[in-house]
């Protein structure tokens, strides 16, 4: 196996982060704040690794990209369809997994069961060797074959140190792509599966921040984050009360940039599993269990 370094770190971030998944998911009750949760989450990554990212917490049809903000007020419902995604790095090195879970109710356990079989069906495919376009043809054929629709313009992807989107992107549905996959990358894969049309559009700022400049006014972001997303309130511990203003100065310097939340253009409810893979010779090896 190559980068022997690498893997040992790598499998080291990605065994916390799917513990945190796992507790993540269990968390989850209704009347419960979504604030809570993440805090709960990231609390228990914190004290084992660092963040790669914020968790995101996307109910129903949003699809991604939300985290709560320092002073949300939003708790779970009886029948919401409830995406973790958690990211954990340990040097640098990522583990990045999410799975989904319905409060109280089990009206989405078929759209929930198909996002980990097109997961499962995937993780079947990879190896070194092998075409990305395959792997996205297992994907696609297992949730349409389940009498879903994958959603097209969300994708796993290549992760390196410090880099959380590295270059390789894994789309859920098929198309002609030519990369192979080889011995040694790190990916993650993460259908996601929709009763609706498929199509994710922006709506609004998710509370999750990106630097966009290496500009001396935000050096003590990236010294906090390693130039890795943040979230609106780990701000506070920098600028307090302020950080509202700072945000938004920030961003009309573009200095930083929000990602926004992804949400199913028709109001599909969206499922999603996830987990990063160690790319071997003869197939793959969770790294987030």
């Known amino acids: 196996m190559r980068y022997m370094e690498d893997y040992d770190l790598y499998k080291e971030a990605g065994k916390i982060a799917g513990e945190a998944r796992r507790k993540g998911i269990a968390y989850v009750k209704e009347g419960r704040s979504y ?13 084992r690794a660092e963040l790669a990212f914020p968790v995101n917490i996307s109910v129903n049809s949003t699809a991604a990209h939300y ?31 999410a799975a989904t879970v319905e409060v109280g109710t089990s009206l989405y356990a078929d759209l ?15 190896k070194a060797g092998v075409k990305i376009e395959e792997i996205s043809r297992a ?25 959380l989107h590295a270059g390789i992107s894994i789309p859920n549905y098929y198309r002609k792509m030519g990369r192979r996959l080889k011995e040694g990358e790190v990916i993650a894969i993460e259908p996601f ?32 984050f390693h130039g890795l997303p943040f979230a609106e309130r780990w701000l506070y511990d920098i600028y307090g009360e302020k950080t509202p203003l700072k945000i938004a100065f ?21 499922s999603q599993a996830e987990h990063t893979l160690y790319v071997k010779q003869d197939g793959c090896e969770i790294l987030t269990p």
């Open 250 to 270: 920030l961003m009309k310097r573009r200095l930083i940039a929000p990602y926004f939340k992804l949400v199913e253009v028709k109001g599909g409810i969206v």
């Open 112 to 126: 929930i069961e198909t996002a980990k079989m097109a997961l499962h069906e995937a993780i079947r495919v990879v």
């Open 67 to 97: 985290t709560p903000s320092k002073h949300d007020e939003k708790v779970f419902k009886r029948g919401d369809v409830v995406k973790i995604d958690v990211g954990a790095h340990v040097d640098g090195y990522i583990g990045d997994t």
């Open 193 to 224: 599966v929709t009763n609706g049309d498929g199509i994710v559009v922006d709506e609004g700022i998710g509370n999750i921040y990106r630097l966009s400049s290496n500009s001396p006014m935000v050096r003590e972001i990236k010294k906090r």
């Open 35 to 47: 604030l809570e949760v993440a805090e709960y989450i990231e609390d228990y990554i914190l004290q």
């Open 139 to 163: 994907i696609e054929e297992k949730i349409i074959e389940q009498g879903f629709v994958p959603v097209k313009n969300l994708q796993g992807h290549s992760l390196e140190r410090y880099n």
